[in-house]
């Protein structure tokens, strides 16, 4: 897990800079010096890139939660994996999660009773043959839809539990990231519109909560994996 919490601290670094930078251009004087050397001129910070700058950052604040997220558990799994664990072995938890993953190989596209059939019957033949377990990380819930409240769900369904910072407030502020994110991508509002009422303050809090609440879930997927709790108790 160390390679993953040192990308996630990398990531989180950028937006803290960017960040700055942000509070920089919102001072009164600050300016930009634009052109080649001996033929520069002033450029004064238009408030419409603040505007852009401070819609920006929750895209970027999105994109650090959902890769930690998606990457730690890929490790996990990757753990799991290299054990060669088997149905009969890993925790009940952990086998509906296997479950219901192979049941989301089936497509909206191809549904059909037949289809559902198949995958049934495969998942019997995994079974009874003890093929080892080979979760995926690309199968989790994704692309947009991750707070807390989401992120708390697939913990409860691996059977692990998560224990996060008081300074996270328990992930309150991933709800309003995820909503403007989704707000964003979908062209519901414009980067001007949802940077014009947050300050620089308000954004360095949303990003040092979001910190802590991620920080909060590695080390207690850390602590899930060095305990195993992912094998079947005898």
């Known amino acids: 897990m160390g390679q993953v919490v040192d990308e996630f601290e990398r990531r989180a670094s950028e937006v803290r800079k960017f960040l700055r930078m942000l509070a920089r251009m919102e ?18 910070i238009d408030e419409d890139w603040l505007r852009v700058g401070k819609a920006a950052a929750y895209l970027m604040l999105y994109n650090v939660v959902e890769a930690s997220i998606r990457s730690a558990f890929d490790e996990l799994y990757g753990t799991i994996r290299s054990e060669k664990l088997k149905h009969g072995v890993i925790s009940e938890a952990l086998r509906q999660v296997w479950v219901e993953q192979k049941h989301r190989r089936v497509t909206h596209e191809d549904a059909a009773p037949k289809k559902y059939l198949q995958t049934a019957k495969r998942l019997v033949e995994d079974v009874v ?4 377990v ?70 360095v809090q949303v990003a040092r909560e979001s910190r802590h609440f991620v920080r909060g879930v590695l080390t207690s997927l850390e602590d899930y994996a060095t305990k195993k709790t992912y094998v079947a108790t005898r």
Request: proline share 3%.
């Open 27 to 44: 001072q009164p004087d600050a300016e930009l010096e634009q052109g080649q050397p001996g033929e520069q001129r002033v450029v004064r």
């Open 129 to 132: 043959q003890e093929t080892i």
């Open 134 to 203: 080979d979760l995926d990380s690309s199968r989790l819930p994704g692309s947009g839809t991750l707070d807390a409240k989401r992120i708390r769900q697939i913990f409860d369904k691996h059977g692990c539990e998560l224990i996060t910072n008081r300074r996270a407030r328990g992930g309150e502020a991933l709800s309003t990231v995820k909503r403007l994110r989704n707000d964003l991508a979908h062209g519901h509002v414009s980067f001007s519109d949802c940077g014009r009422d947050v300050t620089i303050r308000e954004l």
